[in-house]
């Protein structure tokens, strides 16, 4: 999985350095201070840490919560809205969805749960700023940084629940677990102003959610479940800019 991500990683750099040579030869680009733009994205979301770590049912334990749950690479979504307040540098909003799952637990070579037994839910709401290199042309690369609120949930499938219910012989309560965390993202991207109403992009960002995922199991105390919800994301990208009124 670690191996995969650096290979997705040198992918997007190469990709954003071959559109920030052509820049170098592209037409002239539009002053976009004092500009709006909507843009709707999607791809890839590629779990990290303990959301990427595969959990073994031989050797695991959790007294410390789950060791990892072995999510796996899982499609996202999202949108977002900017707002220029200089020719370089935009303001915005942004939310973004991502649903992964994990495959079937085998004990001894033998699934003793379904494939997609558990899933991993994250909706993100945030705000972001972006910093466009100043290529002089309609492809533009840029930094962006970005925080907001995460809600998180870790919860069985309806397979999942039924498989465990029976292989344990009894109710399993609770199913999920869920929260809302403050977290932050980082990233890159490039953008390709086809026409004065529309452009193309693609970008690449981490995300990071601050605190465990925590539950109280009837204790009156809040016991670990997940010690981290980290993943990185890989999207296209489909811009459209707002017409202004010519002053």
Partial sequence: MRKL?????AVASL?????AAFAAEAPVGEDMKGKFSISAFGGLAMPSGKL???????????????????????????ASVDYFVTKDIAVG???SYVKMKNEAVAVLGIDV???KWLEATTLQFGVHGKYFLPTG???????????GMYSRKLALTDEGKTALEDLLEGPVDP??????????????????????????????????TMGKLEHDF???????????????AFNAQVTFYIPMAKK
Avoid: I, Q
């Avoid at 990709?15 to 559109?19: E, G, N, S």
């Avoid at 990427?52 to 999202?78: A, N, Y």
């Avoid at 809302?180 to 693609?202: A, C, D, H, I, T």
């Fill in 52 to 78: 990427g770590e595969e959990f073994d049912v031989l050797t695991g334990t959790l007294d410390d919560g789950f060791p990892g749950v072995g999510m796996k690479m899982s499609p996202d979504f999202g």
């Fill in 175 to 208: 199913s999920e677990f869920s929260d809302s965390k403050f977290g932050g993202n980082g990233g890159v991207g490039v953008e390709y102003k086809v026409n004065e109403m529309f452009g193309v992009g693609l970008n690449g960002a981490y995300h990071m």
């Fill in 113 to 115: 749960l379904p494939e």
């Fill in 137 to 147: 042309g309609p492809v533009r690369p840029y930094l962006a940084l970005g925080a």
């Fill in 5 to 9: 991500g650096v290979v997705a990683v």
């Fill in 15 to 19: 990709m954003l350095m071959a559109f």
């Fill in 218 to 232: 009837g204790t009156g105390t809040e016991e670990t479940v997940l010690k981290d919800w980290t993943y990185m």
């Fill in 93 to 95: 909003a942004d939310v």
